[in-house]
């Protein structure tokens, strides 16, 4: 499985952004695909996460009511919205993938597959 995120960009606090991951290769087995952040000198974040065959969505304390993660399985394709940005959102945001669905789905160890990050930049 292969995933490519785009999207990033540059926008001021208040402002809204999507992030689009779109998955490849053996897509019919995905299990699940989240989000995660790693902002300079921290460690890797979980920000949300869908289940794909059925309802499931997680979402990380700091952006509920604020982002949204949704599939579109027709397009293999994932997406977060992304609204009221904040600086402290200011990081790499990083798609990744899970075929086997062991392990919980906000740990990024649960994970069998990762984009490259698209950079997000939240100016004050």
């Known amino acids: 499985v292969q995933l490519v995120e785009s999207g990033g960009g540059l926008v001021q606090a208040g402002g809204s952004l999507i992030l689009p991951c779109a998955a490849s290769g053996r897509t019919f087995s995905i299990d699940r695909m989240g989000w995660f952040c790693q902002a300079p000198g921290m460690e890797r974040e979980f920000v949300a996460a869908?289940?794909?065959?059925?309802?499931?969505?997680f979402y990380a304390d700091s952006v509920k009511g604020r982002f949204t993660i949704s599939r579109d399985s027709a397009k293999s394709t994932v997406y977060l919205q992304m609204n009221n940005l904040k600086p402290e959102d200011t990081a790499v945001y990083y798609c990744?993938?899970?075929?086997?669905?062991?392990?919980?789905?906000?740990?990024?160890?649960?994970?069998?597959?990762w984009g490259q990050g698209t950079q997000v930049t939240v100016s004050s």
């Open positions: 990744a993938a899970d075929r086997r669905g062991v392990g919980p789905s906000i740990k990024a160890t649960s994970y069998e597959y």
């Open positions: 869908v289940r794909w065959g059925g309802a499931g969505t």
